[in-house]
């Protein structure tokens, strides 16, 4: 399976993971003190992600609850966001010049997700 998250070492002393496809990096996560807490969020994004709704910031569309969100950055172009009920923010995308890329980006962690396999690196 080539859907992936990968969980690293980030700096001072922390983890992060991100969901890859291949060699890409798909989403990406804040930084973890602890390793168990990174993989407690991989497990959560796992059962929430697929049923979550997509909230469009940028058609002044609002949502609670799990939910992905596709914002615009100051140069025009967007990025997604998969938030939880708290209203953290859990991961994020890179910026994409396309809303469809984002669109595609959501769909890959909604479906490829849940059954991606988790690579521990760190």
Do not use: C
Not at 26 to 35: G, M, P, T
């Amino acid at each position: 399976m080539a859907h992936k998250f990968k969980i690293t070492p980030a700096a001072n002393e922390q983890f992060k993971f991100a969901f890859v496809y291949n060699a890409e990096t798909i989403v990406w996560s804040e930084n973890y003190k602890a390793k168990a807490s990174a993989k407690s969020a991989i497990e959560s994004l796992k059962k929430n992600a697929p049923g979550a709704p997509t909230v469009d910031l940028t058609r002044n569309e609002t949502g609670t609850g799990y939910r992905f969100e596709i914002a615009g950055s100051s140069d025009g172009q967007f990025y997604v966001r998969f938030v939880a009920s708290n209203g953290e923010t859990m991961v994020r995308s890179e910026r994409y010049k396309a809303k469809a890329s984002a669109v595609n980006a959501i769909e890959s962690v909604k479906t490829n997700g849940p059954d991606a396999e988790l690579v521990d690196e760190a």
